[in-house]
């Protein structure tokens, strides 16, 4: 009976022409944009609360660019360690 099911259900989405979102009518709770935005309000609090716990620290406070600069210069490192190696 539980393999007949499983048949069916083959069968429809065989034969099915539209896509998957269609066929359960799922639709995304925010747009693009919306998300896009939510990101970077994200990044933008992550980095006011480092800063925060950098000022009680006595260090400097930093922006988005010297961040980016930090990851991209621990990226390259990575891959060079990793070449070094051999790894992938």
Known sequence: MVLLGVGVL????????????ELLDWKPTRSPEVEVQNEVDDVQQMLDAQNEMRRRRGLAPRDEQALRDEV?????EKLRRRRRTGTT
Do not use: V
């Open 72 to 76: 991209a210069a621990e990226e390259m």
């Open 10 to 21: 083959f069968l429809i989405e065989h034969f099915y022409t539209g896509n998957n979102a």
